[in-house]
């Protein structure tokens, strides 16, 4: 079942009523959080976080391979 869209209902300049589509909200987020986490993780020790992300790719490919 795919996820209803989310409709935002604002009232514009004129006092008429429109419907406004919101994408992906959910997915933004997510993407936001993420990237968020992975800038602070680097800052803190990029090379380090760099072998993990290395570690975890490769366990990713090996999985897919078997």
Same mark, same amino acid.
């Given at each position: 079942?795919? /996820?209803?869209? %989310? !409709?935002? =209902? !604002?009232? @514009? %300049? $004129?006092?008429?009523?429109? #419907? %406004? !589509? =919101? /994408? @992906?909200?959910?997915?933004?987020?997510? &993407?936001?959080?993420?990237?968020?986490? +992975? =800038? &602070? +993780?680097?800052? +803190? @020790?990029?090379?380090? *976080?760099?072998? =993990?992300? +290395? %570690?975890?790719?490769? $366990?990713? !490919? &090996?999985? #897919?391979? *078997?």
């Amino acid at each position: 079942m795919p /996820k209803p869209e %989310e !409709v935002l =209902i !604002v009232e @514009d %300049e $004129n006092g008429e009523i429109i #419907r %406004e !589509v =919101i /994408k @992906d909200t959910d997915s933004i987020i997510l &993407y936001k959080s993420m990237r968020q986490t +992975l =800038i &602070y +993780l680097t800052n +803190l @020790d990029h090379h380090d *976080t760099q072998q =993990i992300m +290395l %570690e975890k790719l490769t $366990n990713q !490919v &090996y999985w #897919r391979r *078997t």
